[in-house]
């Protein structure tokens, strides 16, 4: 009871100079640092969101700076939604982040005006931090260098890509490690952290490259005429026309060796096409080639069960 009466008398003696220059001073101050927390919080937001909206526009921009912009579109169409998809939920993970971080650092700067000693707090904060840096130093690393290959857009679920330690289609991006499936159907999981260079095969669009030989002693320029009317058919045909991003072109002779002289053709196609495109063109070459008359490099071998060519040992 005598307590409270001898607070009574100290608060009713309390002047209103006293008074405000304790509302100015302490509560002022928590007031400015909540603010500026939450601008900050905000801010980085933004920041975040302009990341986020320039991630996901950068491989369209790409896709409509070469030739066929629409078709290649069109067939990532699906891709590109798993790429915005991945990207905004990268963006969410960096606002929480974000959150925690200017959140923490608010925190504690209304506990160090308060009056609560911070000492002890954060020395048994920074001995639990180097602990944890050196046990997982390698995860940090991983998820960092995840966090750039999904903003930087270095591949997607879909790319086939060359790795360093190995070649496969990409099966599915997180951010510590990449699910790669190679050719032989074998499934790899590698570290982000742990990938130093990319080569993406499939990004934007692909390259196809066919070399077809003729005997040395054939006309190069009635060869060279017969693969241009077979690949402007093809580039004419509906089948192909959603695939060939331009009309393949017959760059000439590639080299002479061995008794046969070389021509290639280069075929610009959608990411991870042109494999089926560079069959389909040694197929009709084939077939152009047989109907002209222009030989293949010596010796051809007889057919199975035949005789042998005139002119080699049976």
């Not at 409270?4 to 100079?17: E, I, R, Y």
């Not at 075929?267 to 042109?274: G, W």
């Amino acid at each position: 009871m005598q307590t409270v009466s001898a607070t009574v008398t100290s608060l009713s003696t309390v002047t209103w100079d006293e008074f405000t220059a304790w509302l100015v001073g302490t509560p002022l101050l928590i007031i400015v640092t909540l603010v500026v927390g939450f601008l900050a919080r905000l801010l980085l937001h933004r920041v975040i969101d302009r990341v986020v909206a320039t991630a996901t526009s950068r491989r369209a921009e790409r896709l409509a700076a070469i030739p066929g912009a629409g078709l290649a579109l069109q067939a990532v169409g699906v891709a590109q939604t798993r790429h915005v998809q991945r990207t905004q939920t990268m963006g969410a993970l960096l606002k929480s982040i974000s959150t925690f971080v200017v959140g923490g650092i608010t925190a504690l700067t209304v506990l160090s005006l308060v009056g609560i000693p911070l000492g002890p707090m954060l020395a048994s904060a920074s001995v639990g931090g180097v602990a944890l840096a050196f046990g997982a130093q390698s995860l940090v690393k991983d998820f960092l260098s995840g966090i750039f290959m999904i903003i930087e857009d270095q591949y997607g679920v879909g790319d086939v890509i060359d790795t360093g330690e190995v070649i496969g289609t990409v099966e599915n991006v997180s951010l510590r490690v990449t699910q790669l499936r190679d050719a032989n159907g074998m499934t790899w999981y590698v570290r982000n952290g742990e990938i130093v260079r990319v080569g993406n095969r499939t990004q934007g669009w692909s390259t196809a490259l066919v070399d077809v030989a003729i005997a040395y002693d054939e006309d190069v320029e009635k060869a060279t005429a017969v693969i241009r009317d077979v690949v402007e058919v093809m580039d004419e045909d509906e089948a192909w026309k959603g695939i060939l991003l331009e009309q393949p072109n017959v760059v000439g002779v590639e080299s002479i060796s061995a008794g046969a002289i070389t021509i290639r053709i280069v075929a610009k196609t959608v990411a991870n096409e042109q494999f089926g495109v560079q069959r389909e063109m040694r197929e009709r070459i084939k077939r152009a080639f047989d109907a002209a008359g222009v030989r293949s490099p010596q010796p051809v071998m007889p057919p199975y069960g035949g005789a042998a060519p005139q002119g080699t040992a049976p």
